[in-house]
């Protein structure tokens, strides 16, 4: 069964930078079509920040669009979010999800100065 474990999150400034991470194990991302990172914000729903299909498609919603990248290592079974110009209504916990799968646990991003 494929677990997920997202590292990477922190306190940054407006305008900073982090790099999150989801280590795969359990499972060969080879052979996993969508990832997904997804974040959810206190007092609000669970939303989409990126996707990433085997076929090289990418999707990014409008507020992180230009500023996120995700991207996937099949040597390293890994799913990387690098996150550049990071806002304040950026903070939420940040999860790493196979398409119709598992979640990981999360990991809290703080974008404050």
């Known amino acids: 069964q494929v677990q997920l474990v997202e590292s990477g999150g922190g306190l940054v400034q407006p305008g900073g930078s982090l790099r999150l991470s989801c280590a795969v194990s359990?499972?060969?991302?080879?052979?996993?079509?969508?990832m997904g990172w997804y974040r959810q914000a206190p007092g609000k729903q669970r939303e989409q920040v990126a996707i990433?299909?085997?076929?090289?498609?990418?999707n990014y919603p409008d507020p992180v669009k230009g500023r996120f990248t995700i991207s996937r290592d099949n040597a390293k079974n890994a799913v990387y979010l690098q996150m550049d110009n990071l806002k304040p209504e950026d903070t939420a916990v940040y999860y790493c999800?196979?398409?119709?799968?598992?979640w990981g646990q999360g990991t809290q991003v703080s974008v404050s100065s």
């Open positions: 999800h196979q398409y119709m799968g598992p």
């Open positions: 990433n299909a085997s076929s090289g498609r990418l």
């Open positions: 359990g499972g060969s991302i080879f052979s996993i079509d969508i």
